[in-house]
C-alpha cells in the first residue's frame, strides 16, 4: 500500500463542475448539461400528469429474473447480484438494471390499482450493468422514464410518444422516432414459431450470440447489429401474424401521431429486448453525433407485467431515456451547462470584504446567483477571474467604494460603466438585467 492514486472502476465517470474529464473519442460532460435534462424534464413531464416516483436502487434478484425475463442479455450476463444477509436470512439482492420493473414492484406492493383510474409516474436516478463500455453508454448510467398504468388504448401511447419528442425536441436534439408493434398474446406465438423456424435453417449464418437467442428469446435476433442485414430483412414480419386488436391499435397509434404532428418511422426491425413489452414499441433515434449508440430513448407497452408482479391485469406503458446519451449530444451543441455568476464581487481589503459578504447575500436573496471572491489579489487579477466566469457584471469594492457608499458596476462583454448605491445594489442589477 502506499499514496499512489486510486482510479475510477472501469465504465464509470466523474461528472465535475469543470472541464476535467477530456477524450478524444468523446464530448466532455459537466454536471450542468445533466441538469439541463433533467430540468427540462422535471417541467414538461407534470404537464401531462406525471408525478415523480423514487424506487431503492437495491431489489430482490426475484424481480427482475421474473419481470425482465431469464432470457434476457441483461438477467443472464449483465447483472451486478450478490447475497445480502440480514438477521440470519440470505436474500439475492441485484443493483437495478432498468426502472420499470422497479416502478411496478412499487405500484403492485402499495395495492395502488384498488383505486382504479390512470397512474401516471416519471423517475430518474442511477442503474447498473455489466457490460463493455461504448460511447455514451456505462456501467453505471442514468435513466429518465414515465410509466403510465390504467390504459389499455392507443392514446396514451401518442401521448407519451408525443411527449418524448416535445423533450428532445425542446433540447434541440437531431432525432427520428421509430415506431413498431410487437403484437399481443395471439400474435406473439405464432410469429415467434415462424421466426424461430426461420432462424434455425439459418443458424450457421448466423454470430453466435443470435444462434443463442434462437431459442431463448428469438426477436431480438432481428436487432442485432453483426448478423447480416440481408438476412435479417428476409426474416418474417409480424404484419402477416398481427390479430385484429393488435392491428387496431397499431392503427389507432399512427392516426393519432398523424393527428398531433409527430413524425415517425414504421421500422419492422424494432425490437426491445424485455420479455414484458407487447404491442406498441419506439425509440427514438439520434440522426447525428452517437455513432452505433445511436438510440437515446425507448419504450412501449406492457400489459402484462403488472399480473406478472404479482398484480391484476391493469394495462401499463412507458419510455425510459438514457441521460448520459442525451447529456453528450448537448455538450457537444456546446449548450450552456452553468449557472453564470450575475455579479462578481472582488473585495480588496478586509473591511470591503465583510462588506462584500453582506452585498451577496443580499443579492442572493433577491434570486441573482453572486461570486464573491474570497482572493486577496490586485483589480486585474480579480477581472481576470470574473472573466474566467463569465459573470455579467463586476463590482471592485475599495476604500473610496466603502466610504461613499457608491460603486462603478461594471458590464464585462461591454465594458460599460454604471454608478451604482450599494445599499440598493440587488434593484440596481435587476433593472440593468
Known amino acids: 500500500m502506499g499514496n499512489e492514486k486510486i482510479p475510477q472502476v472501469s465504465g464509470t465517470r466523474d461528472v465535475l463542475p469543470v472541464d476535467t474529464y477530456v477524450k478524444a473519442d468523446e464530448p466532455w460532460l459537466r454536471i450542468g448539461h445533466y441538469h439541463l435534462v433533467e430540468d427540462a424534464a422535471r417541467t414538461l413531464f407534470p404537464l401531462y400528469g406525471y408525478q415523480e416516483a423514487r424506487t431503492p436502487i437495491l431489489e430482490r434478484t426475484e424481480l427482475f429474473a421474473r419481470g425482465v425475463g ?6 443472464g450476463k449483465e ?12 436474500t439475492s439482492v441485484t443493483l437495478r438494471p432498468e426502472g420499470t420493473a422497479a416502478i411496478v414492484r412499487a405500484y403492485v406492493q402499495h395495492n395502488l390499482q384498488v383505486a382504479g383510474g390512470e397512474t401516471k ?3 430518474t436516478g442511477p442503474m447498473f450493468r455489466r457490460e463493455r463500455q461504448q460511447k455514451g453508454r456505462y456501467r453505471q448510467f442514468t435513466q429518465i422514464g414515465v410509466e403510465a398504468f390504467g390504459s389499455p388504448g392507443p392514446r396514451v401511447d401518442v401521448e407519451q410518444i408525443e411527449m418524448l419528442h416535445r423533450w428532445l425536441s425542446a433540447l434541440g436534439l437531431k432525432f427520428a422516432m421509430h415506431i413498431n408493434t410487437l403484437g399481443d398474446g395471439d400474435t406473439r406465438p405464432r410469429w415467434k414459431a ?18 443463442e437467442r434462437i431459442e431463448t428469446n428469438p426477436i431480438r435476433v432481428l436487432d442485432s447489429k453483426f448478423d447480416k442485414p440481408e438476412i435479417l430483412a428476409e426474416a418474417p414480419k409480424i404484419d402477416a401474424f398481427l390479430s385484429e386488436t393488435a392491428k387496431k391499435h397499431f392503427d389507432g397509434l399512427q392516426e393519432g401521431l398523424t393527428r398531433l404532428h409527430v413524425p415517425f418511422v414504421v421500422d419492422a426491425r424494432l425490437v426491445r429486448g424485455l420479455d414484458y413489452y407487447t404491442l406498441t414499441t419506439f425509440e427514438a433515434i439520434a440522426t447525428e453525433g452517437l455513432g452505433a449508440q445511436s438510440t437515446i430513448a425507448g419504450g412501449g407497452r406492457y400489459d402484462g407485467l403488472v399480473r406478472l408482479l404479482g398484480g391484476g391485469d391493469v ?5 425510459a431515456a438514457g441521460l448520459e446519451r442525451i447529456a453528450l449530444l448537448c455538450a457537444a451543441q456546446n449548450r450552456e451547462a452553468t449557472t453564470r455568476p450575475v455579479v462578481f464581487i472582488a473585495p480588496l481589503g478586509d473591511a470591503e470584504a465583510a462588506k462584500a459578504d453582506e452585498l451577496g447575500q443580499a443579492l442572493r436573496a433577491a434570486g441573482l446567483a453572486v461570486e464573491v471572491s474570497f482572493r486577496k ?10 472573466d474566467a466566469l463569465k459573470a455579467r457584471f463586476a463590482l471592485v469594492l475599495g476604500e473610496s467604494e466603502l466610504a461613499s457608499g457608491k460603486a462603478k458596476l461594471k458590464e464585462l ?19 440593468l438585467l
Do not use: C, P
Open 194 to 211: 415462424a421466426l424461430q423456424e426461420y432462424l434455425r435453417a439459418r443458424k450457421d449464418q448466423l454470430t453466435k450470440d443470435s444462434q
Open 70 to 75: 431469464e432470457g434476457t442479455d441483461i438477467v
Open 377 to 386: 489579489s490586485n483589480v486585474g487579477n480579480q477581472l481576470k477571474r470574473a
Open 413 to 431: 462583454a461591454t465594458g460599460a460603466q454604471h454608478e451604482i448605491e450599494l445599499q440598493s445594489l440587488a434593484e440596481s442589477v435587476k433593472k
Open 315 to 319: 394495462a401499463g406503458v412507458g419510455f
Open 121 to 123: 409516474w416519471w423517475y
Open 79 to 90: 447483472m451486478y447480484t450478490f447475497d445480502d444477509g440480514v438477521d440470519g436470512k440470505t
